[in-house]
């Protein structure tokens, strides 16, 4: 269904900004041009200089076959959303050609064409004929579209009185009810609340299923990973990977583990809301005698190290959350020392150092990443996101095998007896009593 040879995408940045004048100024502007690059050759200067090439997507080849979902996944500004505005024919290639059989949709983003003065009713058959449905279609989609965006009552009003939740639910609706043969779909799964993004999720499902071809960009790992036959890793512009959903996300995740090894924790990304008067100055995942990892055996409970710089006054009542998610943004537990140890002081410009070490937590072989926050009275100020990864491998040679349906993020230790129900429920009893 889609055949990519050799794609690339390059664009200038740095030069002289483009604006619109009058046909005597172009002319004049011609002229001028003409001048200065023959100045410039006289002088021995590279015409155009002073700008830049910068390829956004570079020898790009892959297929998709019909009916297959295949993920895009890659850091921000890895080329992923220029990947799919080329296809969609939004963006023209510099290099190389895409070839794609069938009718494309595109829900590149939730609500384009929307109109705030027309009605919810109105917007529908305008985004829906942007989005190249007939006006067949939308009438027989209509009702199906509606109940989904859950609008009933604020049809007829105003888009410009809806509130922003109600404008995408509706964006989303119009633009999940497609039926194209070849979908491409960019971070549409990341609006809305959390019941309607399981609703969003649902119906991506659906259309999958279908048998539709689908292209799927999306940061959200949980999501890949269920609906993605194969994904591909961009990196700066360049496929890195392409491989089953589970080996894709792990080299992926391992990218981001390097990458944070190169920069300094107290150089890594800070939420701008916090007050930042505590200082997260340098953290580890760590075993039990502090000593630097980022590897765990399943036997083995992870635990992890910081210190923290106070920069504004002194404390009496400063606290540690600790928080272990997995690749696919999954909470596994959260621990803080406001109820575990209690308050802890430091004084201005000192630093104090945290040991944490975690017990009864049997993770499964994986990978998560830790998030740390510190602050004062409950309030967080200063904390890292997701930006401590680590891997937990199985602990015996002769690995233990799950079903992946079944594998979950925690082992537990269990007890199991066979035997007659009516010997196992009257055993049952009298361990109860």
């Known amino acids: 269904m889609i055949k990519v040879e050799g794609l690339g995408k390059c664009y200038r ?3 002289r900004r483009e604006r619109y004048g009058s046909l005597r100024e172009s002319l004049a502007g011609a002229a001028a ?5 023959t100045k410039a050759l006289l002088s021995g200067a590279a015409p155009g200089q002073g700008t830049e090439l910068f390829w956004a997507l570079k020898g790009i080849s892959f297929e998709v076959q019909e009916g297959e979902v295949l993920g895009i996944i890659g850091r921000n500004g890895a080329g992923k959303s220029t990947l799919l505005k080329v296809l969609s024919r939004i963006t023209e290639p510099t290099e190389g050609r895409a070839v794609l059989h069938g009718r494309v949709g595109s829900l590149l983003e939730v609500g384009v064409g929307f109109h705030p003065e027309l009605t919810g009713r109105e917007n529908i058959y305008l985004s829906g004929a942007i989005l190249g449905m007939r006006r067949a279609e939308i009438n027989r989609k209509f009702d199906e579209i509606v109940a989904f965006a859950e609008i009933e009552k604020f049809l007829d009003t105003p888009a410009k009185r809806y509130s922003s939740g109600m404008y995408v ?4 609706a119009v633009a999940a009810h497609l039926e194209p043969e070849i979908l491409l779909v960019d971070e549409v799964l990341a609006v809305g609340d959390i019941g309607f993004q399981k609703k969003c999720l649902g119906k991506m499902s659906e259309v999958a299923k279908g048998g539709r071809t689908v292209l799927f960009v999306s940061h959200n790992m949980a999501a890949v990973e269920r609906l993605c036959d194969r994904v591909i890793l961009l ?3 360049r496929i890195e990977r392409v491989g089953n959903a589970k080996e894709a996300i792990g080299a992926y995740v391992q990218s981001q583990s390097e990458d944070v090894e190169r920069v300094p924790v107290a150089e890594l990304p800070r939420s701008a809301s916090m007050g930042h008067r505590i200082r997260i100055a340098d953290a580890w995942p760590a075993r039990q005698d502090g000593s630097r990892t980022a590897q765990f055996v399943s036997s083995e409970c992870p635990g992890l190290f910081a210190e923290l710089t106070v920069l504004d006054r002194d404390y009496d009542d400063l606290h540690v959350t600790v928080g272990i998610e997995t690749i696919q943004q999954l ?5 803080t020392t406001r109820t575990e140890h209690g308050h802890f002081a430091c004084g201005h410009g000192r630093k104090i150092s945290v040991l944490l070490s975690l017990f ?6 994986g990978q998560y990443a830790f998030t740390i926050a510190a602050g004062s009275r409950g309030h967080p100020l200063d904390m890292l996101r997701g930006v401590l990864p680590f891997e937990v491998v199985e602990a015996d040679a002769q690995p233990v095998v799950y079903h992946p349906a079944l594998s979950g993020v925690v082992r537990s230790r269990a007890r199991w007896r066979t035997g007659d129900r009516r010997a196992l429920l009257s055993q049952e009893q009298g361990d109860e009593r």
Not at 331 to 335: A, D, K
Not at 360 to 365: E, G, K, R, T, V
């Open 13 to 15: 940045i740095g030069g």
């Open 33 to 37: 041009g003409a001048w200065r690059r």
């Open 169 to 172: 639910r509706l964006g989303f």
């Open 235 to 237: 990196r700066e512009g």
């Open 331 to 335: 909470r596994v537990t959260t621990v």
């Open 360 to 365: 009864d937590l049997n993770l499964a072989p």
